[in-house]
């Protein structure tokens, strides 16, 4: 199933917290999607908690949390099917997001 699409759809009648899908880091968004939707069946409650996860951030568009939860579950030997490659381009996101704060 396309949860980028279902997202979308969705988009214009879903603000949590004033933050809307478009107010978001675009990559994490998806990522946050696709992760939460392990958690429920209703693809309206995944974005809802999306939304509610990245809207934590002081500054939402540039929020790296499934990132972070995607680190956090390589380092502790869980898999979510992203390369050794992909988490280290991730860390390296975050060290530059770091950096520019």
């Known amino acids: 199933m396309n949860w980028k699409k279902i997202a979308e759809d969705l988009t214009n009648d879903i603000v949590r917290e004033n933050i809307t899908p478009k107010d978001v880091n675009p990559d994490e968004f998806e990522r946050g999607v696709e992760v939460e ?45 992203l390369t050794r490659e992909e988490v280290q381009a991730r860390i390296e996101k975050l060290k530059q997001y770091w950096k520019n704060l």
């Open 37 to 81: 939707m392990e958690h429920t069946d209703d693809p309206k409650e995944s974005v809802e908690i999306t939304l509610d996860h990245l809207s934590e951030s002081k500054f939402p568009k540039q929020s790296f949390y499934y990132t972070w939860l995607d680190f956090a579950e390589e380092m502790n030997g869980k898999s979510l099917g």
